[in-house]
Nanobody, 122 residues
Framework: QVQLVESGGGLVQAGGSLRLSCAAS????????MGWYRQAPGKQRELVAD???????NYVDSVKGRFTISRDNAKNTVYLQMNSLKPEDTAVYYC????????????????WGKGTLVTVSS
Protein backbone atom coordinates (compact mmCIF):
# COMPACT_ATOMS: atom_id res chain seq x y z
CA GLN A 1 0.00 0.00 0.00
CA VAL A 2 1.20 3.49 -0.88
CA GLN A 3 0.54 6.53 1.27
CA LEU A 4 1.10 10.19 0.53
CA VAL A 5 0.85 12.50 3.53
CA GLU A 6 0.82 16.27 3.16
CA SER A 7 1.64 18.81 5.83
CA GLY A 8 2.28 22.52 6.15
CA GLY A 9 -1.03 24.10 5.25
CA GLY A 10 -2.65 26.82 7.29
CA LEU A 11 -3.87 30.39 7.44
CA VAL A 12 -1.62 33.18 6.23
CA GLN A 13 -2.05 36.82 5.28
CA ALA A 14 -1.65 37.96 1.71
CA GLY A 15 2.01 38.43 0.91
CA GLY A 16 3.06 35.74 3.36
CA SER A 17 4.71 32.37 2.83
CA LEU A 18 4.03 28.73 3.53
CA ARG A 19 5.95 25.55 2.83
CA LEU A 20 4.09 22.35 2.05
CA SER A 21 5.61 18.91 2.38
CA CYS A 22 4.46 15.56 1.09
CA ALA A 23 6.06 12.28 2.11
CA ALA A 24 5.39 9.10 0.15
CA SER A 25 5.74 5.74 1.87
CA UNK A 26 4.79 2.10 1.52
CA UNK A 27 5.29 -0.38 -1.30
CA UNK A 28 7.18 1.98 -3.60
CA UNK A 29 9.76 0.72 -6.06
CA UNK A 30 10.54 4.06 -7.62
CA UNK A 31 8.93 7.45 -8.09
CA UNK A 32 8.97 9.26 -11.40
CA UNK A 33 7.22 12.62 -11.10
CA MET A 34 5.68 14.18 -8.02
CA GLY A 35 3.40 17.13 -8.10
CA TRP A 36 1.09 19.50 -6.30
CA TYR A 37 -2.49 20.14 -7.37
CA ARG A 38 -5.04 22.43 -5.81
CA GLN A 39 -8.79 22.72 -5.74
CA ALA A 40 -10.57 25.88 -4.73
CA PRO A 41 -14.26 25.86 -3.74
CA GLY A 42 -16.45 25.49 -6.79
CA LYS A 43 -13.51 24.96 -9.13
CA GLN A 44 -11.83 22.02 -10.77
CA ARG A 45 -8.60 20.57 -9.47
CA GLU A 46 -5.63 22.09 -11.26
CA LEU A 47 -1.95 21.29 -11.50
CA VAL A 48 0.16 23.80 -9.60
CA ALA A 49 3.64 22.37 -10.15
CA ASP A 50 5.39 19.10 -10.76
CA UNK A 51 8.93 17.79 -10.73
CA UNK A 52 10.56 14.75 -12.30
CA UNK A 53 13.07 12.48 -10.64
CA UNK A 54 15.84 14.32 -12.48
CA UNK A 55 14.62 17.69 -11.21
CA UNK A 56 12.83 19.13 -14.21
CA UNK A 57 9.99 21.37 -13.09
CA ASN A 58 6.76 22.69 -14.49
CA TYR A 59 4.50 25.42 -13.08
CA VAL A 60 1.09 26.81 -13.83
CA ASP A 61 1.45 30.39 -15.07
CA SER A 62 -0.33 31.90 -12.07
CA VAL A 63 2.35 30.76 -9.61
CA LYS A 64 5.51 31.24 -11.68
CA GLY A 65 8.02 33.35 -9.81
CA ARG A 66 6.22 32.86 -6.49
CA PHE A 67 6.18 29.10 -5.88
CA THR A 68 9.10 26.68 -5.96
CA ILE A 69 8.78 22.91 -6.08
CA SER A 70 11.62 20.67 -4.93
CA ARG A 71 12.08 17.07 -3.87
CA ASP A 72 14.32 14.86 -1.80
CA ASN A 73 14.52 11.55 -3.67
CA ALA A 74 16.17 9.77 -0.75
CA LYS A 75 13.20 10.65 1.45
CA ASN A 76 10.50 10.27 -1.24
CA THR A 77 9.40 13.76 -0.28
CA VAL A 78 8.29 16.73 -2.35
CA TYR A 79 8.04 20.31 -1.15
CA LEU A 80 6.23 23.41 -2.32
CA GLN A 81 7.60 26.73 -1.13
CA MET A 82 4.89 29.33 -1.60
CA ASN A 83 5.84 33.00 -1.38
CA SER A 84 3.92 36.19 -2.02
CA LEU A 85 0.68 34.36 -1.43
CA LYS A 86 -2.54 35.83 -2.76
CA PRO A 87 -6.15 35.25 -1.68
CA GLU A 88 -6.72 33.44 -4.99
CA ASP A 89 -4.20 30.81 -3.87
CA THR A 90 -6.69 29.67 -1.25
CA ALA A 91 -7.47 26.01 -1.90
CA VAL A 92 -6.95 22.47 -0.73
CA TYR A 93 -3.54 21.39 -1.97
CA TYR A 94 -3.05 17.76 -2.95
CA CYS A 95 0.13 15.81 -3.50
CA UNK A 96 0.34 13.38 -6.41
CA UNK A 97 2.90 10.78 -7.43
CA UNK A 98 3.68 8.85 -10.58
CA UNK A 99 5.34 5.69 -9.30
CA UNK A 100 5.86 1.96 -9.56
CA UNK A 101 4.00 0.09 -6.86
CA UNK A 102 5.84 -3.01 -5.63
CA UNK A 103 2.57 -4.66 -4.70
CA UNK A 104 1.28 -4.57 -8.27
CA UNK A 105 4.54 -4.20 -10.20
CA UNK A 106 2.76 -1.51 -12.19
CA UNK A 107 3.40 2.13 -12.84
CA UNK A 108 0.54 4.45 -12.06
CA UNK A 109 -0.27 8.11 -11.54
CA UNK A 110 -3.34 7.70 -9.38
CA UNK A 111 -1.65 8.17 -6.02
CA TRP A 112 -2.96 11.08 -4.01
CA GLY A 113 -2.69 12.51 -0.55
CA LYS A 114 -5.75 13.60 1.39
CA GLY A 115 -4.94 17.26 0.97
CA THR A 116 -3.95 20.20 3.14
CA LEU A 117 -5.90 23.44 3.31
CA VAL A 118 -4.19 26.72 2.50
CA THR A 119 -6.16 29.87 3.33
CA VAL A 120 -4.82 33.28 2.36
CA SER A 121 -6.58 36.24 3.91
CA SER A 122 -6.66 39.67 2.29
Amino acid sequence: QVQLVESGGGLVQAGGSLRLSCAASGTIFSIYAMGWYRQAPGKQRELVADITSSGSTNYVDSVKGRFTISRDNAKNTVYLQMNSLKPEDTAVYYCNADLINLATIKRGMDYWGKGTLVTVSS
